[in-house]
């Protein structure tokens, strides 16, 4: 039978206990809708912001597509043509057919550049290009005669290529003429036209300046008789257009060793001949 001290320990051990030895209100599992709900929103935040994402870059195209193609901040307000030297602004702008007021993402630069080469043959070279925001820029090269054929009282450029460019009313200013006497001939036959052509621009090319300026006339016979008549009366027989760079150098030195000389071979360039006077 327990005494009074007996009962005395077991309330001093009843007010004895800490709050750390009392159980705990949380302890012990936990259901499992509990355990799972901090985890299940953690999975559904990033597929909300991918979402946001998404709907954003919807409406920035949406509405980048509208101000490059709907608005009027990137428009064609101007067409700027440079490089042009006997061609006018408005004749490569006819040529070119570039909408004003269309949207400059619009603009098909490459069927532009097709269309400046197929009007306007006296151009060499076209570039069109963007000039953000409000601008076409239309970049031009010219070709140059090198020769003119005079045919039905005009008269036809002819480029460094051999290419017939341009049909003009006067012979251009320091442009030799071109005189093409091939007809019936074998060279006309065996080459062409448009080769005895070109071996006659590549003549007059290899010439230097100061025979350049003082040709008048470059006539072909046939693909082996080129001849050169020059001011004052002076003929030169050039032979074919082959060895240029050495015929051109023995024609320069026998106009100056030979300065009353009235005729030239320079046909074979290592054994040049000069007579007349």
């Not at 193609?69 to 490089?83: K, L, Q």
Request: net charge positive; proline share 6%.
């Amino acid at each position: 039978m327990a005494g009074p001290t007996g009962r005395t320990t077991e309330s001093a051990e009843r007010r004895g206990r800490t709050p750390s030895a009392r159980p705990r209100a949380d302890s012990g599992p936990r259901p499992a809708a509990e355990r799972d709900r901090r985890p299940r929103l953690r999975l559904r935040l990033p597929g909300r912001l991918l979402l946001l994402a998404l709907v954003l870059t919807l409406v920035l195209g949406g509405f980048g597509a509208w101000a490059l193609y709907g608005s009027d901040w990137v428009t064609v307000e101007r067409v700027s043509v440079s490089g042009n030297e006997v061609l006018t602004e408005k004749q490569v702008r006819t040529a070119a057919r570039i909408p004003v007021g269309a949207p400059l993402l619009s603009v098909d630069r490459a069927a532009a550049e097709r269309r400046l080469r197929s009007r306007l043959p006296r151009l060499d070279t076209v570039d069109v290009v963007r000039a953000w925001p409000h601008g076409i820029g239309v970049k031009v090269t010219e070709r140059k005669p090198e020769l003119a054929m005079k045919e039905d009282g005009n008269f036809v450029e002819v480029d460094d290529e051999g290419v017939r460019f341009a049909v003009v009313p006067k012979q251009p200013k320091d442009v030799p003429l071109l005189a093409m006497e091939v007809q019936g001939s074998a060279g006309l036959r065996h080459f062409g036209s448009e080769r005895l052509r070109r071996e006659a621009v590549s003549v007059a090319g290899s010439l230097p300046k100061s025979v350049a300026r003082n040709t008048r006339t470059v006539r072909v016979r046939s693909y082996d008789s080129i001849t050169l008549e020059l001011t004052g009366g002076r003929t030169v027989l050039w032979g074919s257009g082959e060895h240029r760079a050495a015929k051109a150098k023995s024609l320069a030195a026998l106009l100056k060793a030979a300065k009353d000389a009235r005729h030239f071979d320079v046909s074979v360039p290592s054994a040049p001949a000069a007579s007349g006077s």
